[in-house]
C-alpha cells in the first residue's frame, strides 16, 4: 500500500485584519469554512487553523487509543478526546504555536483507572508524532496568476 493522501485547501482574500478566507477538505466534509483574523485572534465564532489541528489530534488520538486499547484486550465502549491548541503572541510581533493539551476519556469495561491513565500517556499517534517532531515541508510550488 503507497501514501494515503488527504488534501485541503484554503483561500484568503484581502489583506490580514480585513480579508477572509475560506476552508475546505477533498470528502466534502469541510466545505467552505469560513474564517476570518477575529475568529482565529480574537475568539470571535468560527473557525481557524488551530482548530482544524487540534480536531486532527483529538480524532487521531481517539482512534489509536482505542486501537492499543483493544490490542491489549480491553475493547473500548468509547473513548473521547479533546485537543486545545495554544496559539501565543511572540515578543517580536507573530504568534506561534507552543502547546497542544489533551484530555482523553473512555468507558472501557474491565479496566481499572491506573491501567487506563498509564495506557494514555504512553500513547502516540500519527498526528501526535507529527507535533512533537515537527514536519519537513517536502516541496512547495508557487505559481502567480
Given amino acids: 500500500m503507497g501514501d494515503l493522501k488527504s488534501t485541503a485547501t484554503a483561500v484568503w482574500n484581502g489583506d490580514l485584519r480585513s480579508g477572509r478566507g475560506t476552508m475546505s477538505a477533498t470528502s466534502g466534509v469541510l466545505k467552505d469554512a469560513p ?3 477575529a475568529t482565529r ?3 470571535a465564532a468560527g473557525t481557524n487553523p488551530e482548530e482544524m489541528i487540534a480536531a486532527a489530534l483529538a ?3 481517539s482512534m489509536a487509543f482505542s486501537a492499543s486499547l483493544a490490542k491489549g484486550g480491553h475493547i473500548p465502549e468509547s473513548i473521547q478526546t479533546r485537543a486545545t491548541c495554544h496559539l501565543s503572541p511572540l515578543p517580536e510581533g507573530g504568534f506561534k504555536i507552543t502547546k497542544m493539551v489533551i484530555q482523553t476519556q473512555g468507558k472501557v469495561p474491565g479496566l ?3 491501567t487506563f491513565k498509564k495506557m494514555a500517556a504512553e500513547q502516540e499517534c500519527p498526528v501526535s508524532n507529527l507535533l512533537k517532531a515537527g514536519l519537513t515541508i517536502e516541496r512547495l ?3 502567480l496568476l
Fill in 112 to 114: 481499572d483507572a491506573g
Fill in 59 to 61: 480524532g487521531c488520538f
Fill in 35 to 37: 474564517f476570518t483574523f
Fill in 41 to 43: 485572534f480574537e475568539g
Fill in 141 to 143: 510550488e508557487a505559481t
